[in-house]
């Protein structure tokens, strides 16, 4: 694997509440992209529940009793339910209430009463028109006039970037500032194409219906005997069609990953944040929406709720009759003889069928706050109201917790439905989670919902071979526990692989030929680290972007995949759960392997798991790493994930161990070969002496033609004269 050695790029994305989107980090696949530990802290799930009536008006004087709550359809029981009066006086009534004839439920009090209500103001000026950023400004600074004393508010502006116009603060007067600055920025940066097609269609249309004109655009195809002016005008059409495309992609993807920062940088903060994005809409292409359902999913867990307020207000044309416009363009295209596998401006017919899906704005907007537990202001010219009604939102609402019969947290989504037992009610809350115990761990990633997904499958997917193990290395002191190594091995010849057809068709410099064909693909890993009560503690995962040029193509095919991902674990028993799934196929294996880890030893002695090797890699410049324990001298181990070796005059079978020790010892080892229950082989002798952090790291070599075929034990004993540790593996010899 040395000389056809391959590099998968992984993106990771780099978020952080300053005002910045920090960017995409690429990283080899020795890269150390680890999660962060999800330790259990609780196992109850809490809820925000907004409650109006048929007015509109907050009901506040519900019972535990009025609550049910169900979890993938099965009724759960209910621990507590509080009526949460954020930054106001819980003993002054509300306009219109009254006297609760029931036990009501007690408001909060004490802490958590003078909990500090979070909301961000963001402008998005990717979709806003000047005019909808004066609407929006002259709504946002109604709104500020009404903010209490435990109201702090921060305002954003999403162009190409996220940035901070004002930080989080409670003086009404530089947020009235920073809205107008937000409102003066500038706007509509992704609307050139559309609004070029639209004009380009108004002027040469002669009355035509916008879909006739696309359809025809569509159906046109160059020729010498057809109408020059006509082919040319479809041309255009097509032209900004296919710009509109790439602009569509570019605005979702912005406001997308702007939209995760935020909710990233509240994550660690305790109770409900709102977000009230001011917006006219995105459209979500499938490239995104991986993306998009990580904002929903994420603002679940972190109890961050999105109020989306369209100050585009009231609109003569609607989404979904540009909509329905659209899909009548490419069914008389259809019908007119066109292929819609033909790609024409970046995309097929069929290609935009999927695009028009999603091209409903308002519906992302929806959407987005309906999921999330907010509610989507629209259709509007008025937006005082709406935003009274967010006000009232975020300071009035029923906390409602429940112990999930299903403890078995497994990281799947499940859906979360309420019902009240009121007439004439209407109920809004987030739409459920992901089972994972809460924590500031890192969230469910675009390339690990089908993981989640395929582990819903019973039986367990078992589509191509999967090895999984375990390996534990010492640390040095003070921690005077054991890194766990998890890795697993899959066959590169599973991953089904496309040709990469724009980089086929480039040109070499010199000399004219066409590059040789590259191929991509993409695979993902997941291993998700449960203890003896089956919740998960960590989530490890990779998505590997595999990119092979046709002339290398057999040489990629005979080698392996390794993930391999360290983490820290408190001493017990523990199961490994791996998944690894292939997105050209959607084909995927499961494997699991049991753990323990032991408590640990304030000797001074220790010993590392034995790893049979496989083989080794070069390090290049700047790939050493002092925390990955495969790396040795100047090479990478690579685990012999089958344990097996070939019995032959010039093979050579290698294990490799760490040993820590205190940095003066003298460490002298002894390694048994052990066949049928007896000892058959022996070698000893001192080892290296440690490094200034009492570390040694050894490989043992052994000609595979002294042993004969069969089924071995390794037995590697170590001592310092007063200390002794052993540490067993096994393998296998054959013809």
């Known amino acids: 694997m040395h000389d056809a050695r391959i590099h998968y790029l992984v993106g990771w994305l780099i978020l952080c509440l300053n005002g910045s989107v920090l960017g995409w980090a690429q990283q080899d696949q020795k890269g150390a992209l680890e999660q962060e530990a999800i330790k259990l802290t609780a196992t109850e799930v809490v809820v925000d529940v907004i409650v109006t009536d048929k007015k509109n008006k907050t009901i506040v004087d519900l019972t535990p009793a009025d609550f049910e709550v169900y979890e993938d359809g099965i009724k759960q029981t209910i621990t507590s339910v509080r009526l949460e009066r954020r930054g106001r006086d819980a003993s002054v009534r509300m306009t219109g209430e009254k006297p609760s004839t029931a036990n009501p439920v007690a408001p909060a009090t004490g802490s958590v009463a003078r909990q500090p209500n979070l909301v961000i103001l963001v402008f998005d000026n990717l979709s806003l028109a000047r005019g909808s950023q004066i609407h929006a400004a002259r709504a946002a600074r109604e709104y500020l006039e009404k903010i209490g004393p435990d109201d702090w508010i921060a305002v954003f502006g999403i162009d190409l970037r996220l940035f901070m116009i004002q930080q989080f603060t409670r003086d ?161 295209a259809r019908a007119a003889g066109a292929d819609p596998t033909i790609v024409e401006g970046g995309e097929s017919m069929l290609g935009r069928v999927e695009t028009i899906g999603r091209l409903n704005t308002q519906s992302v907007l929806v959407e987005l706050a309906e999921a999330t537990g907010g509610l989507a202001i629209r259709n509007t010219n008025d937006l005082r109201a709406g935003l009274a009604r ?80 375990s390996l534990q290395f010492p640390l040095p002191p003070p921690r005077m526990i054991n890194s766990v190594q998890v890795v697993a091995e899959i066959p590169a010849d599973r991953i089904v692989l496309t040709e990469d057809k724009p980089a086929s068709k480039e040109k070499k410099k010199d000399g004219g030929k066409d590059e040789p064909k590259n191929y991509v693909g993409q695979l993902a890993v997941m291993a998700l680290v449960k203890d003896a009560r089956r919740a998960v503690v960590r989530k490890l995962s990779q998505n590997y972007a595999v990119s092979v040029r046709a002339d290398r193509l057999d040489a990629f095919k005979s080698n392996k995949i390794l993930f391999y991902r360290n983490t820290d674990l408190e001493p017990g028993q523990y199961q490994i759960e791996l998944i690894a799934r292939d997105a050209g196929s959607g084909k995927a294996s499961v494997q699991q392997v049991s753990l323990n880890v032991p408590a640990g030893s304030a000797a001074p002695l220790r010993l590392s798991s034995i790893v049979p090797v496989g083989n080794v890699e070069t390090l290049r410049p700047g790939e050493r790493n002092e925390g990955n324990p495969f790396q040795y001298g100047n090479v990478t181990i690579m685990p012999n994930m089958d344990r097996v070796y070939k019995k032959s005059s010039d093979q050579k079978m290698l294990f490799y161990f760490m040993v820590q020790a205190d940095p003066t010892a003298t460490v002298n080892v002894k390694i048994e070969f052990i066949h049928k229950y007896q000892v058959v082989g022996q070698s000893s002798g001192a080892l290296p002496a440690p490094d200034a952090r009492g570390q040694i790291q050894y490989v043992a070599e052994f000609p595979t033609a002294s042993f004969p075929t069969g089924a071995y034990d390794l037995r590697v004993t170590v001592t310092d004269g007063t200390h002794r540790v052993v540490e067993r593996t096994s393998f296998t010899v054959v013809d």
């Open 390 to 469: 967010i006000d009232e939102d975020t300071h009035t609402y029923y906390v409602l917790t429940y112990a999930p019969s299903n403890q078995d947290f497994d990281g799947r989504f499940r859906k979360i439905s309420l019902k009240v037992n009121r007439d004439d009610v209407r109920v809004r809350a987030r739409s459920g989670y992901f089972a994972l115990p809460s924590s500031d761990a890192m969230p469910v990633l675009p390339h690990e919902e089908p993981l989640f997904e395929a582990l819903r499958v019973t039986p367990r997917p078992a589509d191509f071979p999967l090895k999984v193990a």
């Open 172 to 332: 009404r007067e530089a947020l009235k500032k920073a809205v107008e600055i937000a409102a003066s920025s500038t706007s509509r940066q992704f609307t050139s194409s559309a609004e070029a097609l639209e004009r380009l269609l108004q002027t040469r249309g002669e009355g035509q219906p916008v879909s006739q004109q696309l359809a025809e655009a569509a159906a046109t195809r160059l020729s010498p005997t057809g109408d020059v002016s006509r082919q040319l005008d479809s041309v255009l059409i097509n032209t900004f069609r296919s710009f509109e495309l790439f602009e569509r992609e570019a605005q979702a993807r912005a406001s997308v990953l702007a939209l995760l920062a935020l909710i990233r940088g509240q994550q660690s903060l305790p109770g409900r944040k709102t977000v009230i994005l001011f917006s006219e809409g995105f459209s979500i292409p499938s490239s995104v929406a991986g993306q998009f359902r990580s904002v929903i999913g994420n603002a679940n867990r972190y109890n961050v709720a999105f109020y989306t307020v369209d100050a585009g207000g009231l609109r003569v044309e609607s989404e979904g009759g540009r909509v329905s416009d659209q899909v009548s363009a490419l069914a008389t």
